[in-house]
């Protein structure tokens, strides 16, 4: 199973920059999908969640400034970032969970390949 991110890249702090994931179908329509970030020197963690069903879920630092969304018809999702700042560079990676709940780095069944976000100050 393959999992594709997109769209990293190099933006300014206070800038905006929209990552997507496409996902196989029988994935899509039945996992919830996540993007979790590594930062340099810092552990992987969780960014953004959002279920098949549509509900959303955030990390605190990044409430109010990123939204993710699902296009179920091109089976992708897409995590617009907002008001960027420098503590934001780390590579994001996009990860599908079957287990229902809250998404969790230990419950991941698949991974796609990280896509790198820089912020430049």
């Known amino acids: 199973v393959q999992l594709q991110a997109f769209g990293g890249g190099v933006v300014q702090a206070g800038g905006s920059l929209t990552l997507s994931c496409t996902a196989p179908?029988?994935?899509?329509?039945?996992?919830?999908m996540a993007w979790f970030r590594r930062a340099p020197g810092k552990e992987r963690e969780f960014v953004a969640a959002i279920s098949w069903k549509g509900t959303t879920y955030y990390e605190d630092s990044v409430k109010g400034r990123f939204t993710l969304s699902r296009d179920n018809a091109k089976n992708t999702i897409y995590l617009l970032m907002n008001g960027i700042t420098t503590d934001d560079t780390a590579v994001y990676y996009c990860?599908?969970?079957?287990?229902?709940?809250?998404?969790?780095?230990?419950?991941?069944?698949?991974w796609g390949q990280g896509t790198q976000v820089t912020v430049s100050s």
């Open positions: 990860a599908a969970q079957s287990m229902g709940g809250l998404v969790h780095i230990d419950y991941i069944s698949y």
């Open positions: 179908g029988q994935i899509f329509n039945h996992y919830s």
